[in-house]
């Protein structure tokens, strides 16, 4: 399953990283929240790995999975 | 395992299988197999079908503990694997709606993780119901919803598995009273899911690995959905009323 084909997080292309100054490239993620872990494309920094997350996800849909595990 | 023919997508001939859970493809292991035959109480030499067989580890089990055992899978590619590692078993390749056994026939019937996968549930209880011997025995385990107002949101959810299948504790005891069965043991096992799902996340992404389609769900909704219905596991035995 190629990235494009997969549900995405990646709504700006042409974000930069800050420290290394790095194009942020499409990656899979794994995002971890207590005992559940789950698979993500969001932009990356090649070189540090800083991952970018859009502020509508954190604290929108990001936010409603953390309460809901929180609460099972 | 694969059971009827209108089934939703071959769930579980898919490799991911291999990765996390060897030759039982569902929460629990040959563990909860042995309890659910445990509570069967069942004779030695009894005549036991496990519908959705898989690679017929389940079966070869209850083999192994004296019963005479049938394997029973649609899938040709999960019944080589039944074959190839357990040459002496008896298999049989049909859909469980139409189970080629004569009317009771069978003491026991183990299902597990496979009604859920099944789109004509009730044909599949009928035909268990028809080939168990009167007093016979049916064992179920499977997913189910802890928290029946997160249904809506699982069945919304564009994907063929178990998960999108799951129905509420009540919806199983009354579907089952409705094909003539007596609910004699209710017992949650949630946490072999939990435990399985950990190996899944350390393995092949959690979930979202389980069927090619997941990967066209936003992830997030897909955990939003599994989480508000706290999808957890059962395992139930029945009697057929005569």
């Known amino acids: ?72 | 395992m694969t059971l009827a023919s209108q089934q939703r997508s071959d769930v579980y001939a898919q490799p991911v299988w291999e990765t996390i859970g060897g030759d039982v493809l569902r929460p629990g292991g040959l563990a909860l197999t042995e309890r659910a035959l445990g509570l069967c109480r069942i004779a030695p030499g009894a005549r036991l079908l496990d519908a959705g067989c898989g690679p017929g580890a389940s079966a070869a089990l209850a083999a192994r503990l004296g019963y005479a055992s049938v394997g029973l899978d649609q899938s040709a590619f999960l019944l080589r694997q039944a074959r190839d590692r357990h040459g002496t078993l008896a298999l049989l390749r049909a859909a469980a709606e139409r189970l080629p056994l004569a009317s009771a026939t069978i003491d026991a019937v183990l299902a597990e993780c496979s009604l859920s996968v099944v789109s004509e549930r009730g044909e599949v209880l009928g035909e268990f119901y028809r080939v168990l011997k009167p007093g016979g025995v049916l064992a179920v385990s499977d997913v189910y919803a802890r928290n029946p107002d997160g249904l809506p949101a699982l069945r919304r959810l564009p994907i063929d598995a178990c998960l999108s299948g799951a129905l509420s504790e009540q919806q199983i005891r009354d579907m089952l009273r409705a094909h003539g069965f007596r609910l004699i043991t209710w017992e949650d096992h949630s946490e072999t899911l939990k435990a399985m799902a950990a190996r899944m996340a350390a393995t092949c992404g959690g979930v979202a690995g389980l069927c090619e389609q997941t990967a066209q769900v936003d992830p997030f909704d897909l955990q939003l959905a599994l989480a508000r219905a706290r999808l957890g596991y059962f395992l139930l035995v029945a009697t057929k009323l005569a």
């Not at chain 1, 929240?33 to 970018?52: E, H, I, R, S, T």
């Open chain 1, 1 to 72: 399953m190629s990235t494009n084909e997969r549900a995405s997080w990646i709504e700006h292309p042409g974000w930069v990283c800050g420290r290394c100054n790095q194009p942020l490239q499409a990656s899979q993620v794994n995002i971890a929240y207590l005992d559940n872990a789950f698979p993500v494309d969001l932009l990356k920094c090649p070189q540090c790995g800083l991952v970018f997350i859009p502020e509508n996800l954190a604290l929108g849909k990001m936010a409603e999975v953390e309460k809901s595990l929180e609460d099972k």
